[in-house]
């Protein structure tokens, strides 16, 4: 990612405190960029001495993020988007990745944003301020912040904040459709396909995109840095296997990692990624660390504080700041650079896990009640807040579907438009603030035509499975975590008791669930007991947010630690006593 601060230059900016924000937030020093009425403060990636911007007589180029255009790989292909815009060819369907671009081209300003918004950009309300990080923008602001509850709420009960809010009131999230004063927005397009006319066909129309998706970044990047690896953050599941299938099919120099657990021989991810790895003969890394429940409370609270920083502030699932994993100092050391890291998330888009069907009506409120929030955390909201919760987040999703009713295309837009950006685009912006890193399944060049298949995709894993088979019948033979073999299929009982879930009545179906899979994990009891800072951040949780009924949700652990880090972000920023 790099990272930037765009600024109107009459807001009048300390840019000794700017700089000294970014470093403390883990960049090294920036440039300054003139571009006319306003300036932009320009931060290299962390891990590379690479300057990230072009200039061409009074037209500059700045590029944050990992793409590729025409070929060309990030600082190498900004001389030709210049070029392109000078002459008025540019095409906006031959970029490929995450990025933003700032550029300066006869005098007039442009934003050019990868289409899928993986890039983030967050504005301070009412001012012409602009920013990468949102960690900067809120340490900028003098003045007492305030916690905005109610996408504070979301948060914690679905793992996403729909449309531009954050948890703070006077930052928001600047949305692909929003502009910015005096510069003209040009968004990256998927390429055009035609729309598939068979299931035979729908599944080799995703192969080839994929594959040239592959082959264009890959091809790209070996031309940028030859012989320089392609790591694959390798799991026990589906979606890291398929890219892996389509780097082997290709002979780039392929690494993976995985991350080490405690209970090594009891995860099955770490298991398995370490048993295909062996079973290719392709080396793996992962780095020991200690377990946050092993750690003495002054070591506890050091790695709050540096993963608070890495992860930008920003508090989703997955970016957990108890755990070594989410901080610099563990990604630094994962693989030694030059390297271009490619993530799994987002492959779900070509499979129905949730066996739901093309043509259904079932209410959005039912749906967020049950699906979004019951299922994701519990639901333990007191019974007013709930159904507050519930409207709220109607109001917001009617604005980010086709239709105002659930079915298995306005399912996948809630995937593509809410979760990959708010939530599963969050590791790729993590990684690029150091490196190289891309999420392919996110990217809209494969996201977008995904949509495509979504007729084909039946009620079950079918779709994506076959992919896998054509690919690389090895992988998918291979044992994986998901309890099923890959290369014979889901099991047809496995289907039936999905596709019965589904039907069965929400009265019914979802007290059961709570029968059969009660939350009762007692990791946070534990963390609280060994460690103070934990029993103070609880005290926190239950202060602020009293219509949570927290003795409950801290039971469900990887969304309970989410409400640890907002307390520690209330107490880092003063927000309470």
């Not at 039936?496 to 979802?510: C, D, E, G, R, S």
Request: glycine share 6%.
């Amino acid at each position: 990612m790099a990272g930037f601060l765009l600024y109107r230059k009459d807001q009048q900016l300390n840019m000794n405190v700017v700089s000294n924000l970014f470093q403390e937030n883990g960049y090294n020093e920036g440039y300054y960029i003139d571009l006319g009425d306003w300036q932009i403060y320009l931060l290299p990636k962390k891990l590379y001495k690479i300057k990230n911007w072009f200039m061409s007589g009074n037209d500059i180029i700045t590029c944050c993020g990992t793409f590729c255009y025409k070929g060309l790989f990030y600082e190498k292909a900004l001389e030709r988007i210049i070029d392109d815009m000078e002459k008025n060819i540019i095409n906006n369907s031959d970029f490929y990745g995450t990025f933003t671009l700032i550029i300066k081209v006869k005098n007039k300003l442009r934003l050019v944003r990868d289409g899928s918004e993986i890039y983030k950009i967050y504005k301070i309300s009412n001012c012409e301020i602009y920013s990468s990080s949102f960690y900067v923008l809120n340490r900028l602001m003098e003045e007492q912040q305030e916690l905005n509850i109610m996408p504070t709420l979301e948060l914690l009960n679905t793992g996403c904040i729909m449309g531009e809010d954050t948890i703070l009131k006077k930052i928001k999230l600047h949305r692909l459709s929003d502009n910015i004063p005096g510069f003209e927005t040009i968004l990256g397009v998927a390429k055009q396909y035609r729309n598939p006319q068979s299931y035979k066909e729908a599944v080799l129309q995703q192969i080839d995109i994929t594959k040239n998706y592959i082959k264009t970044i890959g091809d790209a990047w070996n031309y940028y840095i030859k012989g320089a690896p392609i790591d694959i953050g390798l799991t026990g599941g589906l979606d890291s296997r398929y890219i892996a299938g389509l780097v082997l099919k290709e002979n780039y120099n392929l690494v993976f990692h995985t991350h080490w657990r405690k209970k090594q021989n009891k995860n099955l991810d770490f298991r398995f990624a370490k048993g295909l790895a062996h079973h290719l003969s392709i080396p793996i890394s992962s780095k020991d660390v200690m377990d946050p429940l092993d750690l003495s409370n002054e070591q506890l609270a050091d790695n709050f504080n540096e993963a608070y920083k890495f992860c930008d502030a920003i508090i989703r699932p997955g970016c957990y700041w108890d755990e070594p994993y989410s901080t610099f100092q563990y990604r630094e050391n994962i693989r030694p650079t030059p390297y271009l890291r490619l993530l799994g998330f987002g492959g779900e888009q070509y499979r129905n896990m949730e066996r739901l069907p093309i043509k259904a009506n079932m209410s959005l409120e039912s749906w967020i009640k049950w699906e979004m929030i019951y299922k994701f955390a519990g639901g333990y909201l007191d019974k007013k807040k709930y159904n507050e919760l519930i409207s709220y987040l109607s109001e917001k999703l009617k604005k980010q579907i086709s239709y105002h009713y659930l079915n298995l295309i306005t399912f996948k837009e809630y995937n593509r438009n809410v979760v990959s950006v708010s939530y599963r685009s969050i590791q790729t912006n993590l990684e690029n603030k150091i490196g190289f890193c891309l999420s392919p399944y996110l990217d809209i060049q494969l996201s977008d035509p995904s949509f495509l298949a979504i007729p084909y995709l039946g009620n079950s894993f079918r779709f994506h499975l076959d992919m896998l088979k054509i690919v690389s019948p090895e992988l998918a033979k291979y044992p994986n975590s998901y309890g099923f073999d890959f290369f014979r299929g889901e099991p047809l009982s496995s289907r039936m008791a999905a596709t019965i879930w589904q039907l069965l009545p929400v009265n019914i179906k979802y007290p059961l669930h709570s029968v059969l899979y009660p939350h009762k994990s007692n990791y946070i009891e534990q963390l609280s007991k060994n460690h103070q800072i934990i029993r103070e951040f609880e005290s926190i949780i239950k202060n602020v947010l009293f219509e949570l009924k927290y003795n409950n949700y801290r039971k469900v652990v990887s969304r309970s630690k989410m409400a640890l880090n907002l307390a520690f972000f209330l107490k880092q920023n003063r927000m309470v006593q």
